[in-house]
């Protein structure tokens, strides 16, 4: 049980809260939750805002849980490595830690968008006439990755896959279309391409599987 500690500037308590976290107690845990969570919050909207990154209230969730597990993670192994003689505070540490997992986050979203960067442009691939037989294989085979894993989106993200990535209609113009805002629109965006990406993903998984 954490019971009130004696600390002029509150060092003492945090770390008395931290070591009894350390030692497993519910009570504290329950304690260092409630008084963390909205320090994570909102470190992470600070560094989504910083690398002009559109998210939902769900987004912000997903990456609060990735926190909280990160630093649960191995036995609570980051929060073991906090030296407060560095003359840093708890609370920094965690909020380095929330900034860290945030863009850690972004950088594995941004690599596996890559790999479907050319379904994109899925239509133009039906379209395209390439002269090297083997410039024409890679295409088809793109062409039918694309074809797949559209087929899998529901209708309504189908007409969305359309009309951002095809037509190339303007955000305003899909908000409006759609019923919802511009921010909204571009979080669909990052939503309907990280969607696409698991189903190459899995379809490249069974493929090599297979072979």
Known sequence: MVRDFDAADGRGEELALLAAVLLGDTSAWEQFFKRYQGLIAACIRKALHRYSASFENDDIA??????????????????RKFDPTRGYRLGSWIGLIATNTTIDALRARSSR????????????????????????????????????????????????????????????TLATEFGVSVNTVYSRK??????????????EQATLAAA
Do not use: T, Y
């Open 190 to 203: 990052f939503k309907v391409r990280s969607k696409l990406v698991r189903i190459a993903e899995h379809m």
């Open 62 to 79: 997903d990456l609060i849980a990735d926190v909280w597990v990160a630093l649960l993670k191995d036995d609570r192994h980051k929060l």
């Open 113 to 172: 968008l890559r790999f479907i960067e050319d379904i994109e442009g899925f239509a133009e691939r039906h379209l395209v006439d390439q002269r090297s037989p083997q410039h024409v294989l890679e295409r088809n085979d793109a062409a039918r990755v694309a074809k797949v894993a559209l087929e899998q989106l529901d209708a309504e993200e189908q007409r969305f896959v359309v009309a951002c990535f095809h037509e190339e209609r303007p955000a305003a």
